[in-house]
């Protein structure tokens, strides 16, 4: 699974999301690929960051997208098109609320923590420029 995506910091802290950009995946060929050891996107600046603060639930990065959606050692895909885990019951639910801020099905786990790219390919919200090969790492 390919995922292209320019990244910047990831702020764990939910009160500072604000002043944290997320990720920002500009192509999604089947899915948004979490690792299983820290729940960032795999291969982006944050995934397996030294020094991140840990859930004291699921032991993965606190507030990373895959933060207590699986099991630590077990990562997961996301949806590229509505955020939630790829072929769960919630993935593209018909009448799913979708988040005003992110354009992500709310409370996804994508939801606010990775920009959705936008139906044209161009990002939502470009923060920076540069693109990395989330399969690279």
């Known amino acids: 699974i390919l995922v292209l995506a320019s990244l910047v910091t990831i702020g ?19 899915g948004i690929v979490l690792c299983g050891d820290c729940g960032q996107v795999k291969g982006s600046e944050t995934c397996c960051a030294e020094g991140a603060e840990v859930c004291e639930k699921c032991s993965l990065h606190h507030e990373a997208p895959g933060c207590c959606n699986t099991e630590k050692g077990t990562g997961i895909t996301l949806c590229a098109s509505c955020g939630q ?5 919630t993935c593209c639910a018909e009448g799913a609320e979708v988040c005003a801020d992110c354009g992500w099905h709310k409370g996804s786990p994508a939801c606010c923590k990775i920009d959705k790219p ?7 919200k470009a923060d920076d420029d540069s693109e990395v090969d989330a399969d690279a790492a």
């Open 118 to 124: 936008a139906a044209d390919g161009s990002e939502t």
């Open 85 to 89: 885990i790829k072929g769960a019951e």
């Open 12 to 30: 764990c802290d939910k009160k500072s999301t604000e002043e944290a950009p997320a990720v920002i995946v500009t192509e999604v060929v089947e």
